[in-house]
Structure formats: structure tokens, C-alpha cells
């Protein structure tokens, strides 16, 4: 499939490269290019109040008319240079194909004009009284050189206006007495604002409709407002609007009636769901009182069901203050089946993995969601010895939010190992309340078993015959863990070239009550100390992790990716290491990718490729940095830019792990640089990725001197440079 892509797109793509480059060498070219001559470009164009530095001028930027071109990191106009990079001899078909992507690609150059500046001046003028400056001036400076245009907008907001006295107006009780409660948002003393005046119409008219008064707009509000010029004084009146006075009696009362509802009525494409379901999702029952809250909390819990589409809900007002609602649900798509398939090459050694998933949205026609993976990867050492993994798993949630998990992984390592975890797992996902943008997951029970099926005699003599540290991590062990994940999403689907954050926080705890029972029935304990259940230890450790995604969008084709995780994981009691399969590794795909993954760390620990030391590479500590700039050259290709950073670290100082314990003074010279550029291929069903690392700080060779990866230090292509191929973003 990439194959005919590639074949189908390459002269667009060797042309988008070309224009990319071309702006990026030139970039500092005249940007004047194809502005006429008698015009000029507007090249800066800002908002600054002389007289008030409480005044947002962020805020009021928005109301500009005009502004200067799109802007990278404040000053750099890349997507104008890729438009100047179009010739102007478009007579031959080369030129007039590269003027055609450049112009498709890049931002013409904004002219000046003079109309769009008053315009602007009379728009922050009225923002500025909306704030409460009634008094406030706008003037402009305006600076040209070289037929550019540096405008600013200069702001004298003067004193504001504050309210002296709030009063309600309205002849109606049940208006009266919400307008009038401790709830109001308008009062006297505080700066005038027509946000804030708003915001009170919306909340009147949202307790009238929470109480059944289905009639009730916020149109019927107004706010009179009369200013003492000399007092700068603003006296603020509600009342309800002019229309509603002359309304007949019989729409008056209308307005004034709260309404019940008198019948639910569902109408479904097709009966794929059953009835019960959608009751229970539903919060509008037969005989409840009209409330808009009620509406959105359906919307929200409905909508939320994964079989389903979409639903719209209607009423239909009946005589006695009754209303029939209609709830009509659109059947969505019921099955899926995603692939994944990704590879890896680093000095020599080459992975390969494949994977597919099967999600049913409706197994049991209550929108219950199953779902079924399997995945497989392979790995050739160039040393020799292979890695082979294949896993198993499936998962049940059910509408009332509890979900049932089941996982089988088989581990066959160069190490000369192998290695089986089965696991079983039941949480519960709390429901978002609505408009929430956080979530919340308790793991009630995770239940995992490690066994060890074969091992070589090398392996045995390594880690489990001498004193390893890491020789509970190779023995088969009982993992009983609770955890709790918080998350949080700012991103808008509706507005998805707005810029958002993710945050995520995670701890888990494992082994505590299987240590108070041992304690309290006086389980045996094994050669180590460690309490054992059917002759098997269990690990007890507590392990939290956070991290964090801000993505900045520049522009839609242009975005800006921060990343910061960090992880600890602390083992105690029962246990002298964390587990294994709980430890923390570095470098990769998703981590710092000039690194090979699990080959980073812990500290200077380095490791010299043989199997022995890769299960080595690994700590209770981590620390990943990234950045990322991407840029979408076309519809389906994306480039990008990175630079990340971190390492793993040991919470205590292990002998097999020599450098690699965290020390306050010393981790932060410890931390892995690299950098790298990569091609995101968007084939609509999942993102295609391939990034190029390269090292740039090496912890591993400081006792060297060689740390900094140049020329001078040995940069070579074997030990200092990675690809890796993967399906989706990194973060």
C-alpha cells in the first residue's frame, strides 16, 4: 500500500520537498516579492495600552481587522517564504507547476490597508468600552521601511468605569427573586463588563429552564446602563426586553408555565439496542419536570454509547403544560478491525512487529464493547539470538463503566530465556460529567503471574545462581496491584485547530494486602526473606506516573508538540527490585529516538550489546523531554523535526548496574540529548511514521570524554544514529 502511495505521489512529494527546502535556504530573501509596488507588506502588527498594564492586550489583538502574516515562534514567516519561492516566469510548465505548490503551500503576503486599520481602531475602541474604558482612545503608529509596514495600535484606556448601583427590574417573581439571589454576578463596586453582564442573562435563564420553564430565552433580559461621566460611575438596571411587555396574554402565560413530561418516545433506526439500555442512558423519564440539564446530560450519556452515532431530541408542547420528546438514535458502525505494523534497525540489529484488533461495539445489544488483539513481533541480533513475543488479549467494557480484561504473553529472549505473563484485570471508569474535560479510572484488581518456563545454564549462572540483584525479576512471582489514572483533555472536536493539553497521572500499588495477610496467617518466607504464596513470591512496590502533551497549533498545517513524562517506582518489604516487566526503559520510537529501545540508561550504565547486558537497561526511574515541530506539506504527507531528552535511573546502587543510580547532583549531567527529522505518512485509517535520531549528549561515554556526539567524538552511523519505523504519533 505505501508502495503505490509513494509511486502514485512522488513527483508531488519530490516538489513539496524541493519548495521546502528552497524556503528554508532562503528564507531571508525579500518578502516583498509579490507585493505590488505601489503597496506594502504588513509586517508587524500589534496592541499596546500606554496607561493600564491590566489590560489584556492578547485579547484585544483579536479584534484586529488585519494582521501580519503567520508567524513561527513570533518572527519567522515561513509559510510566506514558501510562497515567495514561486517563480515569476510561470510561461514553462516546470515554473508554472513549482508556482502552483508554492502558492497552494505557502500564505500570500498581507497587503496594508488603510480602510482595514480604522476599521480595526474602531473595533478595539468599542471592546474597550465593553470592559468598562468608556473613555478610552485608540491611535497608531505607523513605521515603513522597504515597503513594510510595522503597525501598532496604541491603547489609552483612561479610568474605568465601575458600578455604583444594581438594581432588578422585573415585575415577574420567580425572574425577580433568581436575578436578586446570593448566586448574582453583578455587583456594585466592581469594574463595569458587558462579559459579565452576559453571563448573568445566561445563568437566570438557565435556572428558569432547569425549573421547567421550557419558553424561557435569554433574549427576554436586558441591562440598561447609565454612566456618571465626571464619577466615572455606571448605574446597572435588568429588566426584561420591550417585546416581552407587549406579548398577549396568552404567550405571556406560556412563558410564565412549567412544563412536565408527559412521554419518552425512542426512535431507533433499527432495534439494535435493547430498550433497557437506553432507559438507563437516558435522563428524561415520563413525569419529570422540564430541565435543560436534563437534555445535555442525555446528550452527553447517549452519545457516549459506543453503537451509537448520534441522537437528536425533540418536544412537542400538549395542552396542561405537557410535552412529548422524541429521542432519535442513529445506529453508528458497529465493527472495526485496526492493523498495526512497525519496524526497527539499529547497528545491525532489525524488528519487525505486526498486530490486528477487532472491537465490537454492541456484543451483547446493551453497548457492551469487546475487544479481541493479538500481536506478534520478531527481532535478529547481529550478534546473534533472536527476540520473539506474542500476546494475547481481550477486554469487556460494559455501559455501567466496569471493564473485565484478560492477557496472555509469551516471551521467548536472547537472553536465553523464556518467560510467560498471565494476566486479569477489573476497573471501573468513572462517567464524565458533562462539559468535564477530566476522567477518571480505578483499577480495582490487576492480577499477573510471571513464570519462567526455561532458562539457559549461562542465564542461571548470571542472574540466579550468584547474588543479582535482578534475580527476583527471573523468578516466577505473583504481581496483586490496585491503581488509579487520572486524566485530562482541553482538545475541542468541534474547533480541532485550537491549540490543547493533555495531562495523565497514574499510581499503582501492588502487594500490600497480600503482605498484611501474610504477616497476620504467617506465610512462609523463601531463602530471600520474602513471604511466598504456593511457593511463589509476590512483589510489593508502590510506582506513579505523570505526564503531559501541550500541542501548540501555529497555524493547521503547522504544530508545535511539547512532551514531559516522569516515573518512579519504589519497591518495599516483600521485595528488592520492582519487577521486571514494571521497570522502566529508554530509548525508541515513543522515548529518546536516538537510542535503540531498552539500550539508554540507567545513568552511564553502558551497555556493549551482548544479551546478557540488555536486560540490564532497566530502572525505577525515568525522565523523558521532547519537542517536536510538524509541519503538513500535504494532505497525507507530514514532516517533523525533534529534539528529546531523558535517561532511567536506580532508586538504590546495584552492583550488575554500575552508574546507573539517581543521585540529585549528578542526573542532570546524565541526561540523554538527541535530535532527529522524520516523515509522517496520514493513510486515513492510522499515521505511518518513520524518525531518524541522532545522538547528541551520550551519558554513557562521559568517563570518556566523548559525551558530546560530533565528528571530532566519533559520530559514526553504527553506534550514534537510529531509525524507527511506527504506527501513530510518538505523544
Known amino acids: 500500500m505505501l508502495r503505490v502511495l509513494w509511486t502514485y505521489k512522488r513527483r508531488e512529494w519530490v516538489i513539496a520537498s524541493l519548495v521546502i527546502i528552497i524556503a528554508f535556504v532562503f528564507s531571508a530573501c525579500n518578502t516583498t516579492k509579490f507585493v505590488p509596488q505601489d503597496k506594502c507588506l504588513l509586517n508587524k502588527a500589534r496592541v499596546k495600552c500606554v496607561d493600564d498594564k491590566t489590560v489584556a492586550t492578547g485579547k484585544l489583538s483579536n479584534y484586529l481587522r488585519q494582521k501580519q502574516n503567520t508567524e513561527i515562534l513570533g518572527f519567522w514567516k515561513l509559510q510566506l517564504h514558501i510562497y515567495n519561492t514561486a517563480p515569476l516566469d510561470t510561461t514553462t510548465a516546470s515554473n508554472k507547476r513549482l508556482a502552483h505548490n508554492a502558492f497552494k503551500m505557502g500564505e500570500a503576503p498581507v497587503i496594508y490597508d488603510e480602510a482595514l486599520t480604522k476599521v480595526s481602531m474602531q473595533q478595539l475602541r468599542q471592546q474597550m468600552n465593553n470592559m468598562g474604558y468608556f473613555q478610552a482612545e485608540v491611535d497608531t503608529v505607523k513605521v515603513v521601511k522597504n515597503r513594510k509596514v510595522n503597525l501598532t495600535y496604541l491603547v489609552t484606556a483612561h479610568q474605568p468605569y465601575t458600578i455604583c448601583n444594581y438594581e432588578v427590574d422585573i415585575d415577574i417573581a420567580q425572574v425577580s427573586k433568581i436575578a436578586s439571589d446570593e448566586n448574582c454576578l453583578v455587583h456594585a463596586g466592581e469594574q463595569f463588563s458587558t462579559e459579565t453582564l452576559d453571563a448573568e442573562r445566561d445563568r437566570i435563564t438557565t435556572v428558569m429552564r432547569n425549573r421547567g420553564y421550557f419558553y424561557f430565552e435569554k433574549s427576554m433580559l436586558e441591562f440598561t446602563a447609565d454612566s456618571a461621566y465626571n464619577r466615572h460611575e455606571v448605574s446597572v438596571r435588568i429588566h426584561l426586553a420591550p417585546y416581552v411587555e407587549h406579548l398577549d396574554a396568552e404567550s405571556l402565560q406560556r412563558m410564565l408555565t412549567r412544563y412536565t413530561i408527559r412521554h419518552v418516545e425512542f426512535q431507533l433506526d433499527k432495534p439494535f439496542l435493547r430498550k433497557k439500555a437506553i432507559e438507563r442512558a437516558c435522563r428524561l423519564h415520563d413525569g419529570d419536570m422540564y430541565a435543560d440539564w436534563r437534555v445535555e446530560r442525555t446528550y452527553a450519556r447517549m452519545n457516549a454509547l459506543a453503537p451509537v452515532k448520534y441522537i437528536d431530541i425533540s418536544f412537542t408542547p400538549l395542552k396542561d403544560s405537557l410535552l412529548d420528546c422524541t429521542v432519535a438514535i442513529a445506529k453508528g458502525r458497529q465493527h472495526s478491525v485496526a492493523a498495526e505494523l512497525e519496524g526497527t534497525y539499529s547497528a545491525g540489529d532489525w524488528g519487525v512487529a505486526a498486530g490486528v484488533n477487532y472491537t465490537n461495539k454492541n456484543i451483547f445489544k446493551g453497548a457492551e464493547v469487546l475487544d479481541v488483539g493479538v500481536r506478534a513481533s520478531y527481532e535478529w541480533r547481529a550478534n546473534g539470538g533472536r ?68 532458562m539457559s545454564d549461562q542465564f542461571k549462572r548470571d542472574f540466579i545462581d550468584k547474588s543479582s540483584v535482578l534475580k527476583a525479576s527471573y523468578e516466577d512471582h505473583f504481581i496483586l496491584d490496585w491503581n488509579y489514572t487520572l486524566s485530562y483533555s482541553s482538545f475541542d472536536r468541534r474547533n480541532p485547530n485550537k491549540s490543547y493539553s493533555q495531562f495523565a497521572l497514574r499510581v499503582e500499588t501492588a502487594g500490600n494486602f497480600l503482605y498484611a495477610l501474610s504477616k497476620i496467617a504467617n506465610f512462609p518466607k523463601n531463602e530471600d526473606g520474602s513471604y511466598v504464596l504456593w511457593k511463589i513470591p509476590f512483589s510489593q512496590y508502590a510506582k506513579g506516573d505523570i505526564n503531559f502533551t501541550y500541542h501548540g497549533v501555529i497555524t493547521p498545517n503547522h504544530h508545535l508538540v511539547g512532551h514531559i513524562g516522569l516515573g518512579v517506582a519504589v519497591p518495599y518489604l516483600n521485595a528488592g527490585v520492582i519487577p521486571f516487566e514494571k521497570r522502566y526503559f529508554a530509548g525508541g520510537a515513543n522515548s529518546v529516538r536516538g537510542w535503540q529501545a531498552r539500550t539508554l540508561g540507567p545513568g552511564i550504565f553502558r551497555g556493549n550489546g551482548s544479551a546478557f547486558v540488555y536486560d540490564k537497561q532497566a530502572g525505577d526511574i525515568k525522565l523523558d523531554l521532547n519537542i517536536e515541530y510538524r509541519y503538513k506539506v500535504l494532505k497525507f504527507l507530514e514532516l517533523a523535526a525533534f529534539l528529546d531528552a531523558g535517561n532511567i535511573w536506580t532508586i538504590y546502587k546495584y552492583e550488575d548496574q554500575p552508574g546507573g543510580v539517581f543521585l540529585w547532583d549528578q542526573f542532570y549531567k546524565q541526561i540523554a540529548w538527541s535530535y532527529g527529522v522524520g516523515v509522517r505518512f496520514d493513510l486515513s485509517i492510522l499515521i505511518f511514521r518513520v524518525d531518524f535520531g541522532v545522538k547528541l549528549h551520550d551519558p554513557s561515554r562521559i568517563l570518556e570524554g566523548k559525551q558530546w556526539r560530533t565528528a571530532a567524538n566519533g559520530l559514526g552511523w553504527k553506534d550514534d544514529m537510529n531509525f524507527h519505523f511506527a504506527i501513530g504519533y510518538p505523544f
Open 387 to 454: 527476540a520473539i513475543e506474542a500476546k494475547a488479549e481481550a477486554s469487556l467494557l460494559f455501559p455501567s463503566n466496569v471493564k473485565v480484561n484478560v492477557a496472555y504473553n509469551y516471551q521467548q529472549r536472547p537472553e536465553e530465556y523464556t518467560r510467560t505473563i498471565a494476566n486479569a484485570g477489573l476497573g471501573y471508569l468513572v462517567p464524565r460529567q458533562p462539559g468535564s474535560k477530566w476522567t477518571h479510572h480505578f483499577g480495582l484488581v490487576d492480577i499477573n503471574y510471571i513464570y519462567l518456563p526455561w
